[in-house]
């Protein structure tokens, strides 16, 4: 296993660069109370791995995942105002060439970088700490 450090936020300048931006509409968080409406199962959407797309489940302070090529795994925390941190990162150790290998990059910088997570209909956008876009991923069904 591997720790991903903190400052591969710093790296993100270039991979944000490259993300899309939403527009207006998005709902950061439920209501105080209500359920965390991050909960469940999400799979990247225009990221491709060596084994599909990277997905992740996220509940119970925990987040779950494969980024397309190694799993993940981290504690999470989502706050009522749309604030989310992830803890250390945790993966496995196979070696990832190609899109595969920039796919897991993404994937592993923008939880490390993500300090907000929006939702619009059934995607949930993780943003830094200044809004922008870091990776966006559909609701699986």
Not at 10 to 17: E, I, K, N, P, V
Not at 53 to 81: E, I, Q, W
Not at 95 to 121: D, P, Y
Request: with cysteine.
């Amino acid at each position: 296993m591997r720790t991903i450090p903190r400052f591969a936020a710093l790296m993100l300048t270039c991979a944000a660069s490259a993300c899309a931006s939403d527009a207006g509409g998005a709902a950061d968080a439920a209501a105080p109370g209500a359920p965390d409406a991050s909960r469940g199962s999400w799979v990247a959407r225009s990221l491709r791995g060596a084994e599909g797309p990277p997905r992740m489940a996220l509940g119970d302070g925990k987040v779950r995942g494969h980024t397309g090529c190694n799993g993940f795994s981290a504690t999470y925390a989502r706050a009522a105002d749309g604030s989310i941190t992830f803890g250390a990162i945790v993966s496995s150790k196979k070696f990832c060439e190609g899109e595969a290998g920039r796919s897991e990059q993404r994937v592993l910088r923008a939880l490390a970088a993500a300090r907000r997570a929006t939702i619009v209909g059934d995607t949930l956008t993780l943003r830094d700490a200044a809004g922008v876009a870091l990776l966006a991923w559909k609701r699986a069904r």
